[in-house]
């Protein structure tokens, strides 16, 4: 199975979009490009409303990926496991496609004999390790987000520390919305560590509308371009996953 990059989104968010193209569209459009949509719902004041809940789980299923409400203080350990769960979601997929190239119908995973099943898994554990991933991540910095980005920016550190310690190398971008002059910022563009987070995050205000639909588009607009350039700099084609995700 030929090395690649796992892309995903990481939507932190403690709020119901209010501005823009609708978010769970512009997820399901991210997953057709082989982008996986995952979305971490911090909790206001202990609840969450139902549409919110609604949405976030919406925007996660059309987007292929992992949907998580959690309280502030529980957020770092949380931004890791989603990311890691959707990424053997993905890795899963994967195979369960070339399951189907190999052996024909609607072969998966699951329905292989015990030990060639185990053998499968040991091969997207390993492919987990392995494997690059490119992570955008997404904080939603409207008026009730405040007081949580602190805690943001704590579980994004933990989470670069976490990731790096994988074989495989591991990208970070950071955008924020709504942004100072328009619906959305670049905060940091591709990096593979994010030490200088603390020092971007303390300038961060917050207030304003909560645009998670184009917060979304602009995120697939900056892996589109990132391929692209990197694809005429280099012509190396290392697609595995960016084509069959």
Request: aromatic share 4%.
């Amino acid at each position: 199975m030929k090395q690649g990059t796992v892309k995903q989104i990481l939507l932190i968010t403690d709020g119901c979009s209010n501005e823009g193209e609708d978010p769970v569209a512009m997820a399901a459009l991210a997953n057709e490009q082989g982008i996986t949509v995952n979305v971490i719902g911090v909790m206001k004041n202990d609840t969450i409303d139902e549409r919110g809940m609604k949405e976030i789980e919406q925007i996660a299923e059309q987007g292929g990926g992992v949907s998580q409400v959690v309280y502030s203080e529980m957020l770092s350990q949380t931004v890791q496991m989603v990311t890691r769960k959707a990424m053997t979601q993905t890795l899963q997929g994967v195979v369960n496609r070339e399951l189907k190239q190999i052996l024909g119908s609607e072969t998966e995973i699951e329905d292989l004999p015990p030990e060639k099943r185990g053998e499968v898994m040991e091969v997207v554990d390993e492919l987990n390790e392995t494997a690059n991933l490119d992570v955008l991540i997404l904080v939603d910095t409207s008026a009730s987000m405040k007081y949580k980005l602190p805690t943001v920016k704590e579980a994004l550190l933990d989470l670069s520390l976490s990731l790096n310690a994988r074989m495989g190398n591991n990208r970070f971008s950071v955008f924020v919305f709504p942004g100072k002059k328009q619906l959305v910022d670049k905060l940091m563009d591709w990096t593979p560590k994010l030490e200088s987070l603390p020092s971007i995050f303390s300038k961060l205000s917050s207030g304003g509308m909560t645009p998670t639909g184009p917060a979304i588009k602009e995120a697939l607009r900056h892996f589109t371009k990132k391929r692209s350039i990197r694809g005429l700099l280099t012509n190396d084609g290392d697609e595995f996953f960016e084509e069959s995700v």
